[in-house]
């Protein structure tokens, strides 16, 4: 059985079509108008292991906020299509990741009940032209579509690409754990017998 998915997501603000494999081998496709965040998910799928395709246009003229929350959004729904009921699956996933003088690390639980805790300082600026608040943004649209528990925290670092790159490289390696199969799990990894 194959565990992909492929979002359209089309408003007046953006229009997305964004497919996934989750077992993959790392191979990515990503076109956006946000440049910084393509690199980003670029991390993520290489470090997750997951082949990821985007086509993305939005209203950069305006800023790139509703392109990046979208973006949240439809990854979010591919990794919430693409496991199903989530039988099988290790369910929680975490990764450490240094780059440079940055150290961060994403922890997350598919959990049913979408949840983020974002533990990093980091002042409102820019990296070229990509807005740093954005990146809280985009972990709160995942997880509010992948029904995923997020945590983030940023052990220490100075300058703001390395913090962001760190962070999109960790997620990749949670994400690559907590839906990786375990032949120790029968059904879902919950007392409760399902994941919702």
Do not use: Q, W
Request: aromatic share 8%; net charge negative.
């Amino acid at each position: 059985m194959s565990r992909s998915a492929t979002i359209d997501r089309k408003t007046k603000e953006t229009d997305i079509h964004l497919t996934l494999v989750l077992d993959g081998a790392g191979e990515s496709r990503i076109a956006t108008p946000v440049p910084f965040l393509d690199h980003m998910l670029t991390h993520v799928s290489k470090h997750g292991f997951f082949d990821l395709s985007v086509k993305a246009g939005g209203d950069v003229e305006i800023d790139a906020h509703h392109t990046v929350e979208d973006l949240g959004i439809c990854l979010g729904e591919a990794f919430k299509k693409a496991l199903g009921d989530k039988a099988g699956i290790r369910r929680f996933g975490r990764g450490t990741m240094p780059m440079h003088e940055a150290l961060a690390s994403v922890i997350i639980d598919f959990s049913g009940r979408p949840f983020l805790v974002f533990n990093v300082d980091m002042p409102k600026a820019k990296v070229g032209e990509f807005d740093t608040e954005l990146v809280e943004e985009f972990f709160v649209a995942f997880c509010n579509h992948a029904g995923a528990n997020v945590h983030v925290n940023l052990a220490y670092g100075d300058n703001l690409h390395h913090i962001i790159e760190a962070i999109f490289k960790s997620f990749g390696r949670a994400l690559d754990e907590a839906t990786a199969f375990d032949p120790r799990v029968e059904g879902v990894l919950s007392t409760k017998g399902k994941l919702e």
